[in-house]
């Protein structure tokens, strides 16, 4: 017995199947900042998983930290100055 179901959902692509709009890929490209910034501090905290962080490696960890936050708040600036019809 054959099912329709396997054969039309060949034909017909459901909405997740689509690739991102390019709103959505201008929505990345402006967060992306935030995005390196969040990897590197990432990397940092694994880095340290298996052993006891030393001084290097906290700094290393709070200047990564410190990074997310301004690269945070820069986006939200960014993204306040467009609402407010300031570029």
Same mark, same amino acid.
């Given at each position: 017995m054959k099912y329709i179901v396997a054969v039309q959902a060949v034909v017909t692509a459901s909405e997740f199947d689509r690739g %991102?709009?390019?709103a959505e890929l201008d929505? &990345?490209?402006? +967060?992306? %900042?935030? &995005?390196?910034? +969040?990897? +590197?501090?990432?990397?940092a905290r694994i880095a340290v998983l298996d052993r006891v962080?030393?001084?290097?490696?906290?700094?290393? &960890?709070?200047?990564?930290?410190?990074?997310?936050?301004?690269?945070?708040?820069?986006?939200a600036n960014r993204a306040g100055a467009g609402s407010c019809g300031v570029a």
């Open positions: %991102p709009s390019a929505a &990345i490209e402006r +967060e992306m %900042p935030v &995005i390196r910034a +969040e990897v +590197e501090l990432l990397d962080p030393s001084a290097l490696d906290e700094r290393r &960890i709070r200047r990564a930290r410190n990074r997310v936050l301004a690269a945070r708040r820069a986006v």
